[in-house]
């Protein structure tokens, strides 16, 4: 991508004067602003619809600021060191002199961070001296975007700049990892939840129903308001149908989410296909069987709580 360093230049300024915009990480596009300025989050709160009782995810660029509004421990340095910069958020104990905009915590003691390893991001970030919070950058309980013409079609002039990062490489959202008592996965992400697990040796909690402690968890998430039906054998007339496997038949509504039977692949194209659904119009959507392990398990998670849309 040409003319990068001007365009992160023009993020900067945009960042300093308190407005938001929209930046790529590796997981799905953000939609950023000073996590210490009151001001600048409450217009992400606006933008997205976005209930105020639901915390937002800050973004840093390596621990030397974070230390500032954070408690570190070692679990946290075991993992930032494996997987930092990357798909992984941490919940960590928020510093009571913290410069973190109350705004944005939800009255809560504590703060869901990450490290995102897009170049660009990094770039932005490392020319700040404000952490970025950034949730997805789409209205709430629709679907993540994963270019900036995602963004733009989800907030149209009502969002002056999205940067350009190309395609997110990962296509979901980050793992969420709760550091503050034993560990435990909030959200499934970016970085399956087992090898997270073989990683640290020991036992790590996942309890599906973990809404309030993730208050944007549980209800219709990452739909395309459409209805959507899940292990389908086969669709019915005029029905998108999203496959994982390669068959023989190539119809108009047939959607392949990766050419082989590839479920990283299939995650990194799941909101694209989603979004290219709905343009395409289709007023119903049937979803093969996914098998439930590694990206599979997020897809199925993802797809899941799109179903709850009636
Ligand atoms: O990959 C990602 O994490 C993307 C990119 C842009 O970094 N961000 C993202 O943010 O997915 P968001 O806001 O769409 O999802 C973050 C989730 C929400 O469900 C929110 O409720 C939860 O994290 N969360 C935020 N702060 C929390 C906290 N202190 N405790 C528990 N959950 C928290
Ligand atoms: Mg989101």
């Known amino acids: 991508m040409k003319n990068n360093l001007s365009n992160i230049k023009k993020a900067v300024k945009y960042l300093n004067k308190n407005q938001c915009i ?34 937002l995810i800050v973004h840093y660029s390596d621990l030397k600021m974070l230390k ?30 913290s410069a973190i905009s109350k705004n944005i915590t939800n009255k809560k003691n504590s703060l869901a961070v990450r ?16 952490p970025l919070a950034a949730p997805s950058a789409n209205i709430s309980t629709k679907i993540s975007p994963v270019s900036k013409k995602d963004v733009k079609d989800e907030f149209g002039k009502k969002l002056s700049f999205v940067l350009d ?8 959202e980050s793992t969420i990892i709760d550091l503050i008592n034993k560990p435990q996965v909030l959200r499934l992400g970016g970085i399956p939840k087992e090898q997270i697990k073989k990683y640290l040796n020991q036992n790590l909690v996942y309890n599906k129903k973990s809404k309030i402690k993730t208050p944007g968890q549980g209800k219709v998430h990452y739909s395309p308001y459409i209805k959507l039906r899940l292990n389908v054998k086969n669709p019915k007339n005029k029905e998108a149908f999203i496959l994982i496997k390669k068959r023989k038949r190539v119809a108009a509504n047939y959607f392949y989410l990766s050419k082989g039977n590839n479920l990283e692949q299939a995650a990194k194209n799941l909101y694209k296909t989603l979004r290219l659904i709905k343009k395409s119009k289709f007023n119903s959507i049937a979803v093969e069987k996914i098998p439930n392990k590694g990206f599979g398990e997020v897809i199925n998670d993802r797809l899941k709580r799109a179903s709850y849309f009636k």
């Open 115 to 130: 490290f995102p390893s897009h170049p660009i991001a990094r770039r932005l970030l490392k020319m700040l001296n404000y």
């Open 165 to 172: 990062g190309g395609q997110s490489k990962i296509g979901v």
């Open 22 to 55: 929209g930046i790529p990480t590796e997981t799905v596009y953000g939609l950023a602003a000073n996590a210490y300025s009151g001001v600048a989050t409450d217009k992400i709160y606006k933008l997205k619809k976005r209930p105020k009782n639901n915390p």
């Open 68 to 97: 500032q509004d954070c408690e570190i421990n070692d679990l946290f340095l075991k993992l930032y060191k494996k997987y930092s910069p990357g798909p992984i958020s941490y919940i960590l104990r928020l510093k009571k002199n």
